[in-house]
């Protein structure tokens, strides 16, 4: 079965400044999705960025993007000038393509933002 | 927003007794899921649908149960509520590619006493 680590329970930036939140998880298959998502107070759960483990290139959207090295099965997200709004959990997921599409999540980092 | 609502949004309940939620959608998605979210584990699947009448177990179905009787409607009961059960449960719907997004709805607080 696979398995997802966020081994940083918390973390803490300065407005504006740059934050990276780790995730590895293990797993034998060669083919399969990384997702990171965003829950903030409110509880809703958002999509932040996805990731095909077939494609070299690291996804981005926007301030967010990707450090995906698949020979360490690690998927680290980078949040560039931080905002306030970022203040949330963030989970990452791991999707087999092989059973039922189902997310197998990490336990989440809390980010905490500063002004 | 995904059309996804849960019902009801918050709920106490005493050990014993049986829970049904409800997990509603408008968007005609073929899978639907439930999880549970706790402290130190994240979210958790609890069980999940790949179409009418069609479900299948997660890594933590003991206690629980679902039916899905129309493509919209998906729904949870414990059939006789633990302290243990006592969670924040999420509805999440897809189309079923693997790339696709899960959508999730608002979640629902229980709590078992």
């Known amino acids: 079965a696979q398995t997802v680590t966020q081994s940083q329970p918390e973390m803490s930036v300065q407005e504006a400044e740059t934050v990276t939140l780790s995730c590895t998880y293990d797993t034998s298959e060669s083919d ?22 077939y494609k070299q290139q690291n996804a981005t959207e926007n301030r967010f993007s990707v450090n995906f090295q698949k020979a360490a099965k690690s998927f680290s997200l980078k949040i560039s000038d931080s905002q ?21 999540f990490g336990a989440g980092t809390i980010l905490r933002v500063k002004s | 927003d995904a059309g996804i609502t849960q019902s009801p949004r918050h709920k106490v309940t005493e050990t014993g007794t049986p829970v049904t939620l409800r997990c509603h959608q408008t968007e005609n998605h073929r899978y639907m899921y439930w ?10 699947l609890i069980h999940y649908s790949y179409g009418v009448k069609d ?24 059939e006789s509520a633990t302290s243990s059960q006592t969670s924040v449960y999420f509805c999440a719907i897809s189309e079923g590619q693997p790339l696709d997004e899960q959508y999730f709805g608002p979640g629902t607080r229980l709590t078992v006493t």
């Open chain 2, 55 to 78: 479900t299948d177990k997660g890594e933590v179905s003991d206690g629980y149960s679902v039916s899905r009787s129309k493509t919209e409607d998906f729904l949870l009961t414990l």
């Open chain 2, 35 to 44: 999880y549970r979210q706790d402290p130190g584990h994240g979210l958790r």
């Open chain 1, 84 to 104: 306030l709004g970022d203040a949330a959990m963030y989970f990452c997921a791991y999707r087999s393509v092989e059973y039922g599409n189902k997310l197998v």
């Open chain 1, 32 to 53: 399969y999705y990384l997702f990171w998502y965003k829950q903030p107070p409110s509880r809703q759960m958002i999509l932040v960025i996805r990731q095909e483990a």
